[in-house]
């Protein structure tokens, strides 16, 4: 889906004009997209008689930019078609237990994503607890306590050997040692089943969960939407976790659940790892399918390297002889606009970030930047020619004593000679090389 997205939108960016003809064919490609990506039929078809709709408004034809207007209209339809916003979990007070039940066929993800969000809340300084109520497979519950055991998280078994007694005595363990959460891990089937259906609904009564969660295969496509939908007339669920994102190419299931059942894709399972667990922004992952996200990470990745490169100028500056106020006033502007003093320090060797914070605080370089703003272009690449009268209209142009003006320019001779030492340091030159 990001492929053929990717295609269109390149494709409609830089169109001076969007007529009827081009909407159409765009339309079409956006369709057979969607078909190939496995979204639902009703979903698709939603999705592009707005986006068309929209379109051929007057107010699109008329744009300045209508190729990454056109392109806008898509991205703003399918942030709607993934639910607007991202939706958080329903958690309760810092007192209260909160319930979350996990649910969903077998192999879906339930048992790796409990501990995936288990980790997730304990990241968030949440007490939590795990209860395997998967009592159909015996490796089931070795396999949570494993993964418990790897998150730093306790799994509840309990003497019950059937899954609505264990998840009822969980709760009450949650309760007593007051953990803020607790997640039940339950059983799935193959396929939804009746017998299935009915010891979910049993456990979901006997627990009365805040969240009920569906573990959803993003790899079933379609089907995924199928399943969600007998889930959610059995017990309606609350929200979904979409797992096995990582290996979706087509992104089929992402756009029509909630489009389809109306209820949020909370989380997405991007691997196998406990750490594998990201919370679910549309604006991002929109982005993503559009192919939008790489012009936003390929400007901030231009962005990074310009100061990169300044910083490396402004360092091989620093050690030639002809370092010079001008140089240092650059210098200054610099770090002011990096924000960060550990920036100047990896400019000036045997200085920490932590001497500059205290040295050079903000106002001291406001001052020094006034002060190299009163003297004149030739002042400032020679400092020697600084006699007692130009010092003094130095000083009253920066507002300041002379004084501050004498220690100054002190300050920034010693600078130099000691930069001139540590350039005779071989060991320095080798590391300066290497940073270089
Ligand atoms: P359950 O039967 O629903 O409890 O499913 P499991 O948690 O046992 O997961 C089944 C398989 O899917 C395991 O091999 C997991 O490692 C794998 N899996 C789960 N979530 C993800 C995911 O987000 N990405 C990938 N690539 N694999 C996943
Ligand atoms: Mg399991």
Known sequence: LQDSFAKITKTLVGKSKITDKNIEEAIEEIKSALLEADVNLRVARRFINATAEEARGEKVLKAIDPGQQFVKIIYDKMVHLLGDERSELALRG???????????????????????????????GRR????????????????????????????????????????????????????????IDTAGRMQVDTDLMTEIKAISDAVNPDEKILVADAMLGQNAVDVAKSFDEAVEITGFILS?????????????LKSI?????????????????EIFHPERIASRILGMGDIVSLVEKAQETVDEEEARRMQQKLFS??????????????????GKAGELAKLLPGVSAKDIEEKLDEKQMVREEAIILSMTKKERKNLL??????????AKGAGVNVVEVNRFINRFEKMKIQMKKVMKNKAY????AKSL
């Open 429 to 432: 030159q080798a590391q300066l």
């Open 385 to 394: 020619i600084l006699n007692p009268s130009r010092r003094k209209r130095v």
């Open 94 to 124: 810092p007192d209260v237990t909160s319930t979350i039940l996990f649910l969903g066929l077998q192999g879906s993800g339930k048992t790796t994503n409990a501990a995936k969000l288990a980790l997730h809340l304990k990241n968030q």
């Open 244 to 256: 096995k994102f990582d290996s979706d190419t087509r992104g089929g299931a992402a756009l029509s």
């Open 321 to 338: 002889s002809d370092f010079s106020l001008e140089d240092y006033l650059e210098q200054i502007r610099m770090v002011k606009k990096m």
């Open 128 to 183: 939590v607890l795990l209860c395997a109520a998967d009592l159909s497979r015996p490796a089931a519950v070795k396999q949570l306590e494993i993964l418990g055991e790897q998150v730093g998280v306790p799994v509840f078994t309990g003497e019950h050997q059937d899954p609505i007694s264990r998840a009822k005595a969980a709760v009450q363990e949650a309760k007593k040692h007051q953990y803020n959460v607790l997640i």
């Open 261 to 277: 059942t109306g209820k949020p894709i909370k989380f997405i399972g991007t691997g196998e790892k406990v750490e594998a667990l």
